[in-house]
């Protein structure tokens, strides 16, 4: 698997710290699993963050800190994990049904046993449930060979993980662990793979916004 396409490094540093948003935070886990450049990356940041809060001076408490305490106390007693194995993004690679190895407790091992719901000719989607009160939106999309998602625009950030197959738009060709990492600004309309279609996991700040007429017809079908 040759992967060209990666995430902004805003968002390797936001997992790096584990500040993201749960939809894009399952994304980007996802392409870690499956590309070694960004999982050592998201590992060199952690290691950065840890040195620069060991540099911190130590502040007085107005009282105990029962919790800090007993955190510090595992520390102390907790078995060294193997210095060559990134903390918390292992590159774990992909079930033999196309799964990323974190996706696989959301949806199952393989994209063919996934429950789709047709949206529009040759395209089809599953909602990936999140944890209750998360904002975003994350789901699997699966489009037909040769066909087309609707053009479309969205609220705030895009971030979507080829699975299988590949897509084009006019920002390049995308193929599986590559990553489209797209802010408000952008308006595109992917066309899958000819041969094989594509399967992808995407994660939405806010609502997908069609814009052609048919497409805004199906709008609900998406939003439900």
């Known amino acids: 698997m040759t992967i060209t396409h990666h995430p902004d490094i805003a968002n390797l540093m936001c997992c790096a710290a584990g500040s993201q948003p749960e939809a894009f935070a399952a994304v980007i886990a996802s392409h870690l699993s499956l590309c070694k450049s960004c999982c050592c990356e998201v590992r060199r940041m952690q290691q950065i963050g840890v040195a620069l809060f060991d540099k911190l001076e130590p502040a007085k408490m107005a009282g105990p800190a029962p919790v800090v305490a007993m955190r510090a106390g595992e520390a102390e007693t907790a078995p060294q994990k193997d210095e060559t194995t990134p ?97 408000e600004a952008a308006v595109h309309s992917p066309v899958a793979c000819s041969k094989m279609g594509c399967i992808c996991l995407m994660a939405n700040e806010g609502k997908l916004e069609f814009t052609g007429t048919l497409a805004r017809i199906l709008q609900p079908l998406l939003n439900r």
Do not use: F, N
């Not at 000719?121 to 699966?142: D, Y």
């Not at 950030?157 to 802010?183: H, K, N, P």
């Open 87 to 183: 903390a918390h993004h292992p590159c774990c690679g992909m079930t033999a049904g196309g799964v990323p190895g974190p996706l696989v407790p959301l949806v199952g091992e393989s994209l063919d046993t996934v429950d789709w719901h047709w949206l529009a000719p040759g395209v089809w989607v599953h909602t990936v449930p999140l944890s209750k009160g998360c904002c975003g939106e994350l789901r699997l999309i699966k489009v037909a060979p040769g066909k087309k998602i609707p053009e479309h625009t969205h609220e705030g950030q895009e971030l979507t993980l080829i699975l299988r197959g590949s897509y084009t738009d006019a920002l390049g060709t995308y193929r599986q662990g590559d990553v489209a990492d797209l802010d």
